[in-house]
Every structure is written in structure tokens, then in C-alpha cells.
């Protein structure tokens, strides 16, 4: 498939029909291509997706940890698509063989150098309308975790030597400063 034009509508056809290896999202019907993660942003996905999965195995809990690459359709429409580092989908019904159709309830951005304005920008105004409760965008370069969480209207900034209480759980609390990465 030749590089995405300006200003044309695509579809999730054309998600799939990219080369094998290329990653892309869509929003709102426009391609934003995806570089490779780094290095130390996998150890943070893997350190942060590792502790939200022992509380849910430690607690029986029925919500499933999803991390990139993993299908998201936000929308019931054609034209969103997207791969958050970390879903956490407490639907058992919004997930198919494809991935998740709807708004997880708890979705974690790690910011690479490509990705600071879709992270802080779009993804935000587009997971709160989908319906998202919880959203934390990880910055590495600014030792800085955001969180919004939609259902109360509160937004708090965080650094990485801190605790975080997780909005969507009673007593879930993600120490950052004793994770390694």
C-alpha cells in the first residue's frame, strides 16, 4: 500500500491491507502510521501490565489485560482503530477473536518521541467520547504519569517515584518508584 495521502478517508480495510510488519491507527477515517517501540518502552508496558495482571489474578477478577499489539475498535464504525500499549476490558463481551469492539475501561499510553501529540491530543478527546473511564499517559523523557479519570472529572499529575491509586479498582495502587525500567 503506498504511504497514507493527505486529507483521504481511510477504513479499517485499509488497517489490514498494510504490508506485513506496519503498524497504523486509525481515527475519525485518518491512517497515523506507528514507528517500533524502544527498548525501555517495552519495559515499562511489560512492569505496568505485569502488576495490573497480578491484582486481577490476585483478586479473581474478571477483567482481561491486553497489551500492543491489540485491536481496539472504538467505534461501531469503519473508520477507528487503534492499538493502546495497555487495554483493560472488564466487558468480557465487547472482546472477539479480532480484539475489542468498544471502549476498554482502563486504557495506558506509553509517549514515544513520535507519538507525544497523538498521546496528549487526540487520543484523549478520542478515548473519553468512546466512553473510556480511566486513561494514563506514561511519559518517559518527563518522568511523568497523567491520569484522567472520566467518571469523576479528575485529572492529576504524577511522578515516577510515586504511588498511583487506579481509578476503576477499590484498592489497586501502582507504585511506580519500585518498578524497573
Known sequence: MPLPQPHQEYT????????SGQRAELIDGQL?????????????????????????DRNHGSCEVDIAPFAVFLNEDDKNYV????????????????????????????????????????????????????????????NRITVYNFESEDTGEYAFSESIKVGIYDNLTIDFNSMDF
Open 83 to 142: 492499538e493502546p500499549d495497555i487495554s483493560v476490558i472488564c466487558s468480557p463481551s465487547k472482546l472477539t477473536d479480532k480484539g475489542c469492539v468498544g471502549a476498554p475501561d482502563w486504557i495506558i499510553e506509553i509517549v514515544s518521541p513520535g507519538s507525544r501529540r497523538m498521546d496528549y491530543f487526540i487520543k484523549l478527546f478520542k478515548y473519553r467520547t468512546a466512553g473510556v473511564r480511566e486513561y494514563w499517559i506514561v511519559d518517559p523523557e518527563k
Open 12 to 19: 479499517i480495510d485499509d488497517i489490514y491491507r498494510l504490508p
Open 32 to 56: 497515523y502510521m506507528m514507528a517500533p517501540p524502544t527498548r525501555r518502552h517495552q519495559q515499562i508496558l511489560l512492569s505496568i501490565s505485569r502488576k495490573i495482571a497480578d491484582y486481577i
